[in-house]
C-alpha cells in the first residue's frame, strides 16, 4: 500500500532552488516531510571541520533503511530535512586540518549515516575507508551495508566454518547475494537460498549457491529438509521475520546458528524458547551498522574484509539497477515495489 502511494500521488522529483550567499552549489535529495517523496535541492557547501573530509560522491547505494527512514520508521529518525543516504563512494575533495588518513584525490567509501544521496558530501575521516586500485567506484559502493552485514553476520556472530551448510532468506536481495557470495567464494560453505519467486532463486544459484528454495509455493522447513535431511543446516541468517524467521529456526542442526538482519517482510516473530532448548541452538542478531559506535575495530574489520575481498577477486558484487540522481524516487519505488535484485545504486555522475 505505502508503495502504491507513493508513486501514484506524488510526481518523480521536483527542483528546488534556494537563494544561497556566495557562488558554487550542489545537488541533494532531501527529505522534508515524512511519506512524501524526495525533493532535488541546491544546497550550498558548507566549511570543513578539522577532523572531517568533503568527498566528491560518485554512487551511492540505496538502502531499505533509507526507505524506513524517509517514512518515520526506522531505529534512527533524522531530524527534518535531511539527506537520506548510508554508504557511499567517491573522491575526496578537501579535508580539514586534523585529518590524516585521507588525502586530496583519494579514492573512498564511507558509512555517514544519512547523507549520502548528494554530488558532495561531509563527513568525519573515521567514516571513509579508502579504496584499493583493483576495485571500481561503481562497485565499491555495493560494499560497505551489504557485504559488511554479511561478514559480521557470517564471520563475526555465526563463526561460519568451511563445509556448513548456510540457509540464507531473501537471497536474491543484496544482503542475501552478499551471503551467498562471501559464504560460498571465502568461507568456502554450502549454501541453500531461499526467495519469493523462481527468477531470484535462479539468480541466487548463477551467484554461487548449491541449492535453492521457493517459499511461496510451500513450507520453507520441508523444502529444506528435502535438501539436507533432518540433519538440518548450521547456519541460517534471515531478513524476512515472520514466519520464514520461525522456519528457518526450525530447519537449524544441532548447535545451529541463526542470525536475525532484518524484517523485509514487515513481521517480527517471536522466538519460541523450547526450539532454542531442543537442539542446543542460538539465536542472535546483526545491527551493522551500531557497531560503529559500540565495536569500531569489528566493524572497521568488516569493511576493511570487504574491500580486500573484492580487489582479491573472491567476491563479484551484483548490482541490480542504477538510477541517476533526479530518479531518486523511482529508484525508492522500485525497492518497495520488490523488483530490486541486488544492490540498487544512485549514480551521482
Known amino acids: 500500500m505505502a508503495a502504491t502511494i507513493w508513486g501514484r500521488c506524488f510526481p518523480r522529483v521536483w527542483l528546488c532552488r534556494r537563494a544561497w550567499p556566495g557562488g558554487r552549489h550542489y545537488r541533494a535529495a ?47 529518525r533524522p531530524h527534518l530535512p535531511f539527506t537520506p543516504g548510508m554508504e557511499f563512494s567517491g573522491t575526496v575533495l578537501e579535508t580539514g586540518t586534523d585529518v590524516s588518513t585521507v588525502k586530496e584525490g583519494d579514492r573512498v567509501i564511507g558509512v555517514s549515516g544519512f547523507n549520502g ?22 562497485e565499491a559502493a555495493t560494499l560497505p551495508v551489504s557485504y559488511g552485514t554479511a561478514i559480521m553476520a557470517l564471520e563475526h556472530r555465526a563463526c561460519t566454518q568451511p563445509g556448513e551448510t548456510v540457509l540464507v532468506t531473501a537471497a536474491a536481495g543484496a ?18 537460498a531461499a526467495a519469493g519467486s523462481d527468477e531470484k532463486c535462479r539468480l541466487a544459484v548463477e551467484r554461487g549457491a548449491q541449492a535453492s528454495v521457493n517459499y511461496s509455493q510451500g513450507s520453507l522447513k520441508e523444502a529444506v529438509t528435502k535438501l539436507v535431511g533432518s540433519v538440518g543446516v548450521n547456519v541460517a541468517i534471515d531478513t524476512v521475520g515472520g514466519d520464514i524467521f520461525l522456519e528457518a529456526l526450525r530447519s537449524l542442526a544441532w548447535e545451529g546458528r ?3 538482519v532484518g524484517f523485509s517482510g514487515g513481521n517480527i516473530a517471536s522466538v519460541p524458547a523450547n526450539l ?18 559500540q565495536n569500531f575495530p569489528v566493524f572497521s574489520r568488516s569493511l576493511s574484509s570487504a574491500l580486500q575481498y573484492c580487489q582479491e ?24 515495489q520488490r523488483k530490486s535484485t541486488g544492490k540498487v545504486l544512485v549514480s551521482l555522475k
Not at 44 to 73: K, T
Not at 314 to 331: M, T
Open 30 to 76: 532531501r527529505c522534508a516531510e515524512l511519506k512524501r517523496p524526495l525533493a532535488i535541492e541546491e544546497v550550498a557547501p558548507r566549511p570543513v571541520r578539522p577532523h572531517e573530509v568533503r568527498v566528491d560522491v560518485h554512487f551511492c547505494g540505496v538502502n531499505f533503511a533509507d526507505i524506513l527512514a524517509c517514512r518515520g520508521q526506522y531505529q534512527e
Open 117 to 138: 544521496m548528494a554530488e558532495e558530501c561531509v563527513t568525519d575521516q573515521k567514516a571513509l575507508w579508502q579504496i584499493p586500485e583493483r576495485v571500481p567506484l561503481r
Open 175 to 192: 544482503t542475501g547475494l552478499a551471503v551467498i557470495d562471501v559464504a560460498t567464494h571465502v568461507l568456502q560453505a554450502k549454501v541453500i
Open 258 to 260: 541463526i542470525v536475525v
Open 276 to 293: 532454542l532448548l531442543l537442539k542446543n541452538v542460538s539465536a542472535m542478531g546483526v545491527y551493522w551498522g551500531r557497531y560503529q559506535g
Open 313 to 336: 577477486g573472491r567476491v563479484q558484487p551484483h548490482i541490480g539497477a542504477v538510477f541517476k540522481l533526479e530518479e531518486v524516487n523511482d529508484a525508492f519505488l522500485h525497492v518497495m
